[in-house]
């Protein structure tokens, strides 16, 4: 009987929601479809308190939606018999929450507050067709009850490394609004451009806006400016321009937190003021990643400093009514602190121990003066080193485990780690997609995010004001990718942030987009269609490995082969996890209709050995950002691809000494540690790597040293350093692989590389 009542049920729902084809996101806390329809006509009109002026913004925000659609202008009117009503209410319990109630006689949303309201139109929006209609709509009834998980619901993006302009940054505030995302949080100055006019200092705008155009060179390739060189690229907004678009983000309940990058990240700023670094050189303004003998850091020694900021923030705090301001304080490179002499001086005089302890002690002087102008300031998770401020808020970029750290010691917490919230990252491909910065963020990855972490007990969680989506923009030139790279990954994330995980399904999810992608082809917007690569995930326990394949596109197929031919339609169809008993290269392809969707096979190489399933002894543990399944990646068989989050285990200016026991000796003949070089990354294969056996764990014999046979400065490749001797038993190994320096000319010269490491494979 439940199984029957379940059926009729779920027959029902779909039946309603085919026919109504009611498709909001995010998800609304609850949604029930009702039999009928309203149809909004010429004669519509919208009832409102004509008083107030809130009802009155949102009135007029619905009817030029609604005219949008189907050229229907929709009058305001005092009547509260209205067809459309629009009501403050005490019985709606939560701030930001709403009720939509839409019957055959008419459309009532109630609110508690203006935020709600708003809510409410953007669901009754989602309601209507995309397809311009030019006349009268009919809206399924139904009644939603709504209000969000999290308060802060946020998007990032950056103008310095790209500048968009106002009419830009109004699409992108439409666009977060439509989501019901309510944080904007503008990062206006960075090394790359200052964009925010600043009346006191007027040169950080003639100056520090414009830099030698080189858009046309990818990021890292751009050559520095030269004196002789005009700068063309770049612009900023002015005072009145903010003021308006702050009053623009309030009227569709979007609050815009500026953010002002200090101590680091100032490199446009000292080109403007080059007496606010420690070495009061004079610099042009950066046009790329190209960082050589250019200073970005403020001088945290120098007290003119401190009140240069504070006279820019005092500026900054009467365009943006925001509670909270953000200061950066990510990615200070210390080194210049740690000769110049003023910084040292001010580290005797405060007796700080070290550099983190001078950036702290700077941080904590500009909070003391947000805190006395009755603001909250927030910052990234490098703030946390050294000592954080008192009542600092804290963004966590790298991972979660500043976010953890700081929600532990009762401070407020914004989540948003590279993965999955860093939206400049690849969502599909990479083949076949506009160059990115790197990553994998899949649609997937960011819908499955859950921004409370399990270290934290509740008290602690209420501490996560909640999550945010980041776009850096120094892969981003144009519109049109800045609308690609957050389309549909925002739509994930305001799910993720707006309903109960409980209630969250991808499928579902996935369904309902395909309403929004409608809208986003009807309106001109760029949008990513999906990631139609197969994801490739093995799986190994006990020396066994099984592998299942799948694929983020809704109703598609998965064909493969396990030969390395390429597969076809006709390939087997994947519907179980594949057994892989010998060395193999396993090849997936999506299909939809028959029609094989991926621009190129997803590829993965297994290779049998004798080590397989054994334990892997470190003596550096490897990255925890770069975990790949866990603890014996080196010995599963599975090797890895140009994904540098997967299959890889990282080594982080370490070398990587590696033991393994066969259990029992074994004659074995070759050894060879599987290694990558991702020039971009700052991933080098070692200089060299070194084997040793043993049979009793003890004592080692060498057997040799292979040395690193690949040019320094090759982009990418994969090589496995292989040691081939006479048959021997064996039954420990030891590898010992020695980091390279990236060389000259890459922006980490001189400095330690990643290695990154494998399958450590014994034959
Ligand atoms: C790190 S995230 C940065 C940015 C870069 C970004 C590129 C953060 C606080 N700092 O300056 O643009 O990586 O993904």
Redesign the pocket.
């Known amino acids: 009987m439940k199984f029957i009542a379940g059926f009729l049920f779920s027959v029902l729902t779909s039946y309603c929601l085919a026919q109504s084809n009611v498709s909001i996101i995010p998800k609304p806390l609850s949604l029930q479809m009702e039999t009928g329809f309203y149809v909004i006509n010429a004669k519509s009109t919208i009832g409102i308190d004509i008083n107030n002026k809130a009802l009155q913004q949102a009135a007029k925000f619905l009817s030029a939606a609604i005219q949008q659609v189907s050229g229907i202008g929709l009058k305001l009117t005092s009547n509260n018999s209205s067809a459309i009503q629009l009501v403050f209410s005490n019985t709606v319990k939560e701030v930001e929450g709403y009720e939509l109630g839409i019957h055959s006689t008419g459309i009532i949303i109630k609110a508690k507050t203006k935020a709600g309201l708003i809510y409410g139109i953007q669901s009754l929006l989602q309601t209507l067709p995309q397809i311009r209609t030019n006349a009268s709509i009919q809206v399924p009834c139904m009644q939603v009850i709504d209000y969000p998980r999290f308060k802060w619901r946020g998007m990032h993006l ?1 103008v310095s ?1 790209h500048f968009f302009g106002p009419e830009v940054i109004k699409e992108y505030i439409n666009l977060m609004a439509a989501y019901k995302m309510n944080v904007f949080h503008w990062h206006l100055v ?1 090394d790359q451009g200052w964009r925010i006019e600043i009346k006191k200092y007027p040169a950080l705008t003639n100056i520090g806006a414009w830099r030698v155009d080189q858009t046309n060179k990818v990021w890292g390739d751009r050559p520095q400016a030269k004196p002789n060189e005009t700068p063309t690229y770049g612009g900023f907004y002015t005072q009145a321009q903010l003021k308006e678009i702050v009053a623009y983000a309030q009227s569709l309940n979007i609050t815009i937190v500026p953010e002002i990058e200090m101590p680091g ?1 100032a490199a446009a700023a000292i080109a403007s003021y080059p007496e606010l670094s420690c070495t009061q050189k004079p610099q042009l303004p950066l046009t790329g990643g190209n960082y050589t003998n250019v200073s970005s850091n403020y001088c945290a020694g120098n007290d003119q400093v401190i009140s240069f900021l504070q006279d820019i923030l005092t500026e900054v705090m009467a365009i943006f009514p925001a509670e909270y301001l953000h200061i ?1 304080g ?2 200070v490179d210390k080194a210049a602190w740690k000769i110049c002499a003023k910084c040292q001086a001010k580290m005797k005089q405060e007796g700080l121990k070290d550099e983190n302890e001078l950036q702290s002690y700077f941080i904590k002087k500009i909070e003391k003066f947000l805190v006395a102008h009755h603001k909250k300031m927030i910052g ?1 998770d490098e703030i946390l080193e050294g000592g954080l401020a008192p009542e600092a808020s804290v963004m966590s ?1 790298r991972g979660e485990a500043g976010g953890i750290e700081a929600a532990k010691m009762k401070h407020s917490v914004v989540m948003t780690p ?1 993965s999955p919230c ?1 939206f ?1 990252n690849y969502q599909a491909g990479p083949e076949g997609e506009p160059l990115a ?1 790197g990553g994998f963020n899949t649609l997937k990855k960011v819908y499955d995010y859950e921004p409370i972490p399990k270290e934290l007990n509740s008290q602690e969680a209420a501490f996560v004001l909640g999550a945010q989506g ?1 776009l ?1 923009t ?1 892969f981003i030139s144009t519109t049109e990718q800045l609308e690609y790279m957050v389309l549909p990954r925002m739509l994930a994330l305001s799910e993720v942030l707006w309903t109960p995980s409980n209630n969250k399904n991808f499928t579902d999810f996935n369904n309902r987009l395909q309403y929004h992608f409608r809208g986003f082809e009807q309106k001109g917007l760029h949008y990513c269609a999906g990631n139609f690569s197969v994801a490739i995930n093995p799986i190994s326990s006990n020396g066994k490995l099984n592998v299942s394949l799948s694929s983020e596109i809704l109703n598609a197929q998965i064909h493969y082969t396990i030969d390395g031919s390429e597969p076809t339609n006709q390939s087997p169809l994947f519907s179980q996890p594949i057994a892989i008993s010998s060395s193999a290269q396993l090849r997936a392809v999506t299909t939809l209709n028959n029609q094989v969707m991926s621009k190129q096979s997803a590829k993965q190489d297994f290779v049998m050995h004798q080590a397989i399933g054994t334990a892997v002894n470190y003596t550096t543990p490897y990255s925890k950002y770069y975990p790949a399944d866990g603890s014996n990646t080196l010995t599963d068989g599975v090797r890895g691809t140009f994904t540098i989050g997967k299959n890889w285990h990282g080594f982080s200016e370490k070398i990587l000494i590696a033991t393994i026991d066969l259990g029992s000796a074994k004659l074995v003949k070759t050894i060879a540690l599987g290694c990558l070089q991702k020039y971009r990354d700052w991933i080098f294969l070692p200089q060299s790597v070194n084997f040793e056996a043993s049979t009793d764990g003890l004592n080692f014999t060498a057997i040799s040293t292979v040395k690193n046979p690949i040019d320094i400065n090759a982009k990418e490749i994969m090589h496995a350093f292989e040691a081939v001797f006479a048959p021997t038993n064996i039954r420990f190994i030891r590898v010992t692989a020695t980091n390279n320096l990236c060389p000259s000319g890459h922006p980490g010269a001189g400095k330690p590389a990643w290695i990154f490491a494998d399958e450590l494979i014994v034959k």
């Open positions: 950056d490394r960075d990240h950066g990510d990615e990234w970029w590279g860093y400049d910065i980041n850096w120094e």
